[in-house]
Nanobody, 123 residues
Framework: QVQLVESGGGLVQPGGSLRLSCAASGRIFSINTMGWYRRAPGKQRELVAT???????NYADFVRGRFTISRDNAKNTVYLQMNSLKAEDTAVYYC?????????????????WGQGTQVTVSS
């Protein structure tokens, strides 16, 4: 039905950059808020950034000025550009999309999550 597929994680040195992508597929009618969360080892999941359907963005204090969230509605995709990466950014990053889609022939609005992608910042 609806699937979110993430890509772009990996190993990078401190100060480096990565770009995460999260593409939704399925019988999608519209997408509202998109966002990224992360979970570091031994820590709770935390919000990284969100972007509304109108393009308004919100960032956690610990990434503001370093990360940029964006979206391509034609591709049902949300991106996270991560610059000036630090060791403490190491985590599994999860995307989500609140979208309206046909699921088993029923039109409904739900939150959908990606499978997670590992980002490791280390020298």
């Amino acid at each position: 039905q609806v699937q979110l597929v993430e890509s772009g994680g990996g190993l990078v040195q401190p100060g480096g950059s990565l770009r995460l992508s999260c593409a939704a597929s399925g019988r999608i009618f519209s997408i509202n808020t998109m966002g990224w969360y992360r979970r570091a080892p031994g820590k709770q999941r935390e919000l990284v950034a969100t972007i509304t359907g109108g393009g308004s963005t919100n960032y956690a204090d610990f990434v503001r000025g370093r990360f940029t969230i964006s979206r391509d509605n034609a591709k049902n995709t949300v991106y996270l550009q991560m610059n000036s990466l630090k060791a403490e950014d190491t985590a599994v990053y999860y995307c989500y999309q609140n979208l309206r889609a046909l699921v088993f022939d029923v039109l409904r609005t739900d939150d959908y999550w990606g499978q997670g992608t590992q980002v490791t910042v280390s020298s």
